[in-house]
Every structure is written in structure tokens, then in C-alpha cells.
């Protein structure tokens, strides 16, 4: 069976989730992945555990949930970059690579000869993505930042938490390194596009992806609220800032996410609920008319809301295609029958020589389905191999360069 990147090699010089996210999704889509690590120490994120994976003994690994999380179906080899041998090694094997992936701090890899302009002219074909938390530009560029500095600095988090005044009322962050997340998807299809361009012209091209930028971008219509009103958009706990009623509300047993998103749905979700005069009278009447006038019209939906469980409105609302759902732990969310029939629960085997957890793609294509091979690689598990059948090196100057500390 063919996959969609089965021609594609990448090089990843990424570490930490941005940069591992956007080339675990290459791989998950065929691409042969590179991973190159520190030798003796590897990604980062290989130690931020608990949890780790525990071996067929039961004894904890070196490999944590973190690192699991995004590298599976990659190729793990050892180089230290800042040798020169190792460099040599890095260069040849992007000499030959489609892709090169890399998140260190702007000017880092000019120093090693690992730059875009120096490996464009060793391979002007090569596509190169940079990702940074401020980007290649700009007053900032030099300065590192982790995902939660970019929730803040991005808007994110002016947005997210309890309303000004009510109880627990700072601002948060959402419950997953989002800022990471949402650059490793943007980088992946900026890597696409790139080369579905170079199919076209011949010629590879440098890619700049910011954190900073892509959590300013997501800002989507919060921002054009903005500019349109001159108002700052302020945090308001589970409710939508333009749709009403869209929010959770408390049952007489548990919690229901309700998200009524035209005049249809309201109407149907007032006569469910026994309220059909919500649904007529004037002040409620459109999309804007209860958003204005929210404030008396959230009370009285709530009210209402006290009189079932979750289960009970959640079965009725479906029954009504009002939309809703229940809110469900992490435990719930792979329990349920839909996650369940889509396969998102996936187990892989690992060098460890057990089985590993992990999440599935989201990502479904009729003709090239992705095709899960294998868990994260062990540190430096395909070193030698890579060496040999890549750039031709005979074990003994395999050997050579591991008692040089290039690999």
C-alpha cells in the first residue's frame, strides 16, 4: 500500500514538541524521518517524565510519555553537531534529504555550517523550516520562549479563564502546550506547500514559522472583533464570545455543553427545555438580538437546565439536533464508541521490546492511508544503519567517528 510522502526524506534537527510535531506528522504520512539527537542525552523530552515506558520487566525506560507523544515512525541516529566530523555527517545526509526541519535559536547553525544558504548549496532542491519562538526577524528574534510565554504574549490566555471578578479569575492557559501544537500543524503544511512548489520550479525555499505568530493568527475572529468594535475581548469562562446560548450549564446531575449555532437550533432548544416563549420573544429573536442581551437571557436558560441530568438532555438534544455534548475525562474521551470506532487508541511496538501507547492521526486519505509502523525510536537506535546504507560508511569508519564523539 502506497503512502502520501513515501519519497519524501526528512532531516529533523528538532527537539522539545513544536519542531517534533510537524515532522512526526511527515512521518505518519510515509516520510522517512531522520531524527537526529545529543549523543548520550537525546530530545529533551525524553527525561520530562513521570510517566515513562516501562520495559517487558516493568522497569522504567528513559523514554518518557512527552517523547512518545510526538516521534513515533522516526529514525533516531546520535551526532554532536558541534564536532566537525559530525557535521560533515549532517551535510552529507542533507545533501541527499528533501526536507530539513530545525528549532534552534536564530544564527545557531551558521556557526556549524548547518544554515539554510549553506546546505541550499550543497542541495538547492532542499526545503529548510526554521522554527523559533519570535522568528528569523525583529526586535526579539534572539530570545528563547516556551509555549506558555506564547499563550501570553499571543493574546491567548486574555481570553481564557473565569470572567474579571468571579471566583478564579486569572488568566489561564489552555491545558496543552497549544502554542507548540498549533506551530508544528502550521509548519507541516507550510513544508507542503513548499514542496508542492519545488514539484513546479526545481527550487527548494526557506521557511520562517514563529510561535508568536501563530498564536497571534489564531486569534481569528477575537481579533476582527477588535478591530471592528475597539473593544479588548475579555475572558469569559466556557461562553462564546458571539454565539448565545453556547456555554456549559449545571444540571441537577453533572455538566452539558450546549452550542446552539442558528435560529433552528434555538428555537428547538427553547421548546426542549419548556421555554418556548424565550424563542419569541423579540430580545432573543437573532443571533446578534441574544448576544446583546445575554445577560438576562443566560439566567433563565440556566434555570431551566436544573430540571434533568446531563445524560437526559444530552439524549433529548440529540434526538432534537441541538448541538451538545457531555464533558468527559481523559479516560471517558477513549471509552467513547465514536472515538472507539475511528481507532484514535493506538498501541506500537517499541524497541523496548513491548508495546507502546499512542493517539492516531486525525488525518484520514482514501488512497494513501496513513500506515503506523513503529513507536519513538530508541536513542540513536538506527545510527549505524543510517550511516551505512545512506552515505555508504563501512563499519570501521562507523567505529572511527564514535571514538572521534561525532556520533
Not at 36 to 61: C, I
Not at 125 to 146: E, M
Not at 226 to 255: T, W
Request: charged residues 20%; negative net charge.
Amino acid at each position: 500500500m502506497s503512502t502520501a510522502l513515501g519519497h519524501i526524506r526528512v532531516l529533523d534537527l528538532t527537539r522539545i514538541l513544536a519542531g517534533p510535531w510537524a515532522t512526526q506528522n511527515l512521518a505518519d504520512m510515509g516520510a522517512e524521518v531522520i531524527k537526529v539527537e545529543r549523543p548520550g542525552a537525546g530530545d529533551d523530552t525524553r527525561a520530562w517524565g513521570p510517566p515513562f515506558l516501562k520495559d517487558g520487566d516493568g522497569n522504567e525506560t528513559t523514554d518518557s510519555s512527552y517523547f512518545l507523544a510526538a516521534n513515533r515512525g522516526k529514525k533516531s541516529i546520535t551526532v554532536d553537531m558541534a564536532n566537525p566530523a559530525g557535521q560533515e555527517l549532517l551535510r552529507g545526509l542533507a545533501a541527499t534529504a528533501d526536507v530539513v526541519v530545525e528549532n534552534f535559536k536564530v544564527g545557531t547553525l551558521a556557526r556549524y555550517g548547518l544554515d539554510y544558504e549553506s546546505l541550499k548549496a550543497i542541495n538547492p532542491r532542499l526545503v529548510y523550516c526554521s522554527i523559533t519562538g519570535f522568528g528569523q526577524s525583529g526586535p526579539y528574534a534572539a530570545l528563547p520562549g516556551y509555549d506558555f510565554v506564547f499563550q501570553g504574549m499571543g493574546g491567548l490566555m486574555s481570553i481564557t479563564g473565569q470572567p474579571e471578578g468571579s471566583p478564579g479569575d486569572e488568566p489561564m492557559k489552555v491545558g496543552i502546550a497549544i502554542s507548540d501544537l498549533l506551530t508544528g500543524m502550521y509548519a507541516t503544511t507550510a513544508i507542503l506547500a513548499a514542496l508542492e512548489h519545488r514539484h513546479i520550479s526545481g527550487q527548494g525555499q526557506h521557511i520562517d514559522m514563529s510561535l508568536l505568530d501563530c498564536v497571534v493568527s489564531i486569534g481569528s475572529y477575537q481579533a476582527i472583533n477588535h478591530f471592528l468594535s475597539g473593544k479588548i475581548p475579555r475572558r469569559m469562562g466556557n461562553a462564546h464570545s458571539n454565539m448565545v446560548p453556547y456555554q456549559v450549564f449545571r444540571c441537577k446531575e453533572g455538566d452539558v455543553i450546549v452550542a446552539v449555532g442558528n435560529d433552528g437550533q434555538y428555537r428547538a432548544f427553547c421548546k426542549l427545555i419548556g421555554r418556548p416563549d424565550l424563542a419569541a420573544d423579540e430580545r432573543y429573536a437573532t443571533p446578534g438580538q441574544r448576544n446583546r442581551n445575554r445577560d438576562t437571557l443566560i439566567p433563565e436558560i440556566a434555570q431551566a437546565m436544573l430540571a434533568r441530568t446531563m445524560q437526559e438532555w444530552v439524549d433529548l438534544m440529540e434526538a432534537a439536533n441541538v448541538p451538545c455534548g457531555p464533558i468527559y475525562n481523559m479516560q471517558q474521551v477513549f471509552e467513547d464508541p465514536q472515538v472507539r470506532h475511528r481507532g484514535m487508541r493506538l498501541s506500537l511496538p517499541h524497541g523496548a521490546g513491548v508495546q507502546a501507547p499512542a493517539v492516531a492521526s486525525p488525518i484520514r486519505l482514501s488512497d494513501t492511508p496513513i500506515q503506523y509502523g513503529r513507536s519513538a525510536p530508541l536513542l540513536g537506535e538506527h545510527t549505524d544503519s543510517v550511516l551505512a546504507e545512506q552515505l555508504g560508511l563501512a563499519p570501521e569508519r562507523i567505529a572511527e567517528l564514535r571514538t572521534q564523539g561525532a556520533i
